[in-house]
């Protein structure tokens, strides 16, 4: 996934709720300097909690706003590794948006 930060033309955004569910994952020394590091490298946006049925497919509670804020934000991609709740969306287009695992992504920049 760091390979993302470097990538020429690519402006990588995300919510604040994306950020603070990393944050509550992290269990290791020194994980919490390098997410700090990587999102000082990001454009961060503010989360927002979607009205029920407003989305273009049924995602769970902690899922939806991760969709809703890609929506928001006009972005082209969401990647995510969530496979579990995204799995059914991914290689598919979503409210605008291409969902794909980040390394399928790199695969198709490269393409």
């Not at 995300?14 to 990001?42: C, F, K, M, W």
């Not at 454009?43 to 939806?64: I, R």
């Not at 991914?90 to 393409?111: D, H, K, M, Q």
């Amino acid at each position: 996934m760091r390979r993302l930060w470097s990538l020429p033309g690519v402006v990588l955004v995300t919510p604040t709720y994306a950020i603070d569910e990393a944050r509550r994952n992290l269990v290791r020394p020194g994980q919490s300097a390098r997410l700090h590091a990587l999102t000082q490298r990001l454009v961060v946006v503010e989360s927002v909690m979607p009205e029920p049925g407003s989305l273009p497919v049924c995602l769970p509670d902690k899922d939806a706003p991760v969709l809703a804020d890609a929506i928001l934000s006009s972005a082209t991609h969401l990647l995510t590794g969530d496979k579990q709740h995204f799995g059914p969306y991914l290689r598919s287009i979503v409210g605008g948006l291409l969902v794909l695992t980040p390394s399928a992504y790199l695969v198709e920049r490269a393409a």
